[in-house]
């Protein structure tokens, strides 16, 4: 066996057949050119997840055509980038991609949504449409690089946009102004560390 950027192929080998006549084993593993579109096909989903703050994986089975054609018109209405993809392949792209957390949830089908605008657009659709269809699963997501489990998903759908938090500031405080351009250009690498107390917590209350 080899391996040629992480994808194995093996060479051709030829059997003589019990009558004499030869014959050529069919190589059912992927040739130099399917092998060149996989390795293409990996290093977009890695620039996708790499140019997102965050995005969630859900589990698709069950959706009826019209469901998921409504549910793709909001997610891209939301700016949300919404893409089915083989488990084998995002596999690949979630380790380069810094994710390797994200590979545990990788059965089954597998659809990836990413944030274009904001960081909550996508948990919020998917985890409504999720209340709705119980065959629809919130699988897991990130933040910031952080790998964050299904119930940190819905944590984060609740949270309310970067622009609601703006305004709630706004009217209720009167902040200088260079807090206010903090609060603009901030990230969120803290919700994931935040998320993920509050999983603790609620572990060991319930412990």
Do not use: W
Not at 29 to 55: D, F, H, M, R, W
Not at 169 to 179: D, H, S
Not at 183 to 200: D, F, H, K, M, S
């Amino acid at each position: 066996m080899l391996f040629r950027g992480g994808f194995p192929t093996f060479r051709k080998v030829a059997f003589l057949s019990d009558n004499g006549s030869n014959y050529r084993e069919v190589n059912h593993l992927p040739s130099n050119q399917i092998l060149q579109e996989k390795q293409a096909a990996v290093a977009e989903i890695v620039k996708l997840l790499n140019s997102t703050v965050s995005g969630v994986l859900v589990g698709y089975e069950g959706i009826t055509v019209a469901d998921d054609t409504k549910l793709r018109a909001d997610l891209r209405k939301a700016g949300v980038h919404y893409k089915v993809l083989k488990n084998s392949l995002l596999n690949f792209a979630v380790k380069e991609a810094g994710l390797a957390g994200l590979s545990a949830s990788l059965s089954g089908t597998t659809a990836l949504a990413v944030n274009t605008q904001g960081e909550t657009a996508a948990a919020k659709i998917l985890c409504e449409y999720a209340k709705k269809n119980e065959k629809f699963v919130i699988k897991a997501g990130f933040v910031e690089g952080e790998v964050i489990d299904a119930e940190n998903v819905k944590a984060l759908a609740k949270l309310p946009s970067k622009e609601v938090l703006i305004a709630q500031v706004l009217a209720g405080f009167n902040a200088p102004i260079t807090g206010l351009v903090n609060v603009l250009n901030g990230n969120i690498r803290g919700l994931a560390v935040a998320l993920n107390a509050i999983a603790e917590k609620k572990a060991a209350e319930a412990a």
